[in-house]
């Protein structure tokens, strides 16, 4: 009993803050939909219901398609990038970290952009136009945010693979097939696994993409929860296909967290990457021209919002664009200043992150003194993303904010939703450099005379720095970018920048969208170059 509170107890602040602001109002909300619903039998008829039976199988096609992609392209690539050394490598790596800094209205835009209405590859050439809308489109989009995470996880597989081993293989007459069957493929089949099924998990459950791209026959499960509450105005049908959706998403999250703890249950990198590419070599050709391709597709995205944001369609320049997003007229249409929407997405994607952050580092170190408590705990927190951010701010605005007092305390229900799907990613960036410490510093910290918890944050902590600051960075990039539950949850007094995006592109004024997704992506770039010019490697 008393090394329950010693071991176990810094758990304790992560875990209520999940319940209370997530699982605790979601399951209320499940309860009293079902109740106005008409009981459990209305579930049936609810989830067969034509425009929802339609978003289910959205979700699931969108999702299915962009996984097959986002492996196909990212799979490639990531062997490139684990299994070869060559100048500039790091940074590579580091660049395809990139899109999950981005807010997916930036990614959007960036594809209407390029093949929209006058967009810059499809006003010249219209065959490219069918890109530009409907699920090709999303799509598309689904793929700038993911191929880059699978090249992630499969470079990061890759490189736990033995070099003496394959070698051994190689010195016994055994072929390069056979070394990829048997010694450093499996791996990487694990790492672009855990890759592809975030990828659908993240594009099963996508909201601007299909606002955005295609509109209501192309609705996901979320965009279809969102629409049922806020436009029709039927929030038990809404809290109902909720519930359809967390369970209809369990078995994938399941999966998924499987897979991870299969991939984080790899030795590790065991020595340098010693392989340099051969272009004599058709398949180092191959794989070099997937890595280039992926980062060119990365390049196109970013450079049309740059461009678009400088050279807005119409002409008269980004000065006019600019004066423009700043002028009363579009504080009058957005009910909020540009600096205004500027500094609450500073304000709440900061806060987010730090509480994010404060909650990770005890229950990091519960998890140090008890690994085999990561699985249940990983799948209790990653519980938020799979509820998706509407239902998550669905649940909030139903129960805490009558209960806080009203419209005025939006901005804590903002912030406390983008901590929340902070969290696990958060978490994730401390637990797996922590995992690979020794014992030794804290043990002799213990000898000493310190405490478990001062040996814990006098010698571990500072040795994952790195962790904590791709942390915070995972956590402030979420906040920065997050536009599907702080659309549902924001009063114009609390807009953000991603949500004034949304507002104008909706309205079709895109050259002040392009004007504000200038500054979003300017502001993800600038956090980029932060961590990259103090040195530390930024991966996933």
């Known amino acids: 009993m008393r ?70 392209l990212g799979y490639p690539a990531g062997v490139f990038l684990g299994r070869y050394s060559f100048p500039g490598r790091g940074i590579l790596r580091s660049l ?47 793929l700038v945010f993911n191929v880059p995470i699978v090249a992630l996880f499969t470079a990061t597989a890759c490189e736990s693979t033995s070099v003496e081993l394959e070698e051994t293989v190689a010195t016994l007459g055994g072929t390069p097939a056979r070394a990829y069957r048997e010694v450093w493929g499996p791996p990487t089949w694990v790492g672009a696994a855990v890759g592809g099924v975030l990828t659908f998990l993240f594009s099963a459950l996508s909201f601007a993409p299909p606002l955005l791209l295609c ?64 272009f004599r070599s058709p398949s180092s050709v191959v794989l070099a021209i997937c890595g280039a391709a992926v980062l060119a597709g990365e390049a196109a995205v970013l450079g049309s919002v740059l461009y678009r944001a400088l050279a807005p369609p119409g002409g008269g320049g980004a000065g006019s664009a600019y004066a423009l997003l700043f002028s009363a007229s579009t504080t009058a249409r957005l009910g909020i200043s540009a600096a ?8 709440f994607a900061t806060v987010a992150a730090a509480i994010a952050v404060l909650l990770g580092i005890p229950a990091g170190y519960a998890l140090g003194r ?22 998550l701010a669905f649940s909030l605005a139903s129960f805490w904010r009558p209960v806080l007092g009203g419209e005025s305390t939006i901005w804590f229900l903002v912030i406390v939703s983008q901590s929340i799907l902070a969290i696990p990613f958060a978490l994730q960036s401390l637990e797996i450099p922590l995992a690979g410490l020794g014992p030794e510093l804290r043990d002799t910290a213990a000898t000493l005379g310190a405490s478990r918890w001062t040996a814990f944050l006098d010698a571990d902590l500072p040795r994952v720095q790195d962790g904590l600051v791709t942390a915070g960075l995972f956590s402030f990039a979420l906040g920065l970018g997050e536009f599907t539950a702080t659309y549902f949850l924001v009063t114009p007094q609390f807009t953000t920048l991603p949500v004034a995006l949304y507002r104008l592109a909706d309205v079709r004024q895109f050259a002040l969208a392009d004007a504000v997704a200038g500054l979003l992506l300017l502001l993800s770039l600038a956090v980029f170059l932060v961590i990259s010019v103090g040195g530390r490697r930024v991966e996933l």
Do not use: K
């Open 3 to 72: 090394r329950f509170p010693t071991d176990l107890g810094p758990l304790g602040p992560i875990v209520l803050f999940v319940l209370a602001f997530a699982v605790l109002p979601a399951a209320l909300l499940f309860a009293t939909s079902v109740q106005a619903a008409g009981g459990w039998a209305a579930i049936g008829p609810i989830t067969t219901a034509p425009l929802n039976a339609a978003s289910i199988d959205n979700s699931l096609v969108q999702g299915g398609l962009s996984a097959v992609g986002a492996v196909a």
């Open 96 to 142: 395809l970290i990139v899109p999950f800094l981005l807010p997916s209205v930036v990614v959007v835009l960036g594809i209407l952009d390029l093949f929209g209405p006058s967009g810059l590859v499809s006003g010249p050439d219209p065959a490219f136009a069918f890109l530009g809308t409907g699920v090709p489109a999303i799509v598309a989009a689904n």
């Open 215 to 278: 509109g209501a026959r192309c609705y996901t499960v979320e965009a279809r929860i969102w629409s049922l509450d806020q436009v029709f105005l039927d929030p038990a049908a809404a809290g109902v296909l909720s519930l359809v959706m967390l369970v209809l998403f369990l078995v994938p999250t399941g999966l998924y967290l499987l897979l991870l703890s299969r991939l984080r249950a790899l030795p590790g990198r065991r020595a340098p990457v010693r392989r340099r590419p051969s």
């Open 340 to 347: 205004g929407a500027a500094g609450n997405t500073l304000f």
């Open 370 to 391: 008890h690994p085999r408590r990561a699985g249940p705990l990983g799948l209790f927190l990653f519980l938020p993303l799979l509820l998706s951010p509407v239902v």
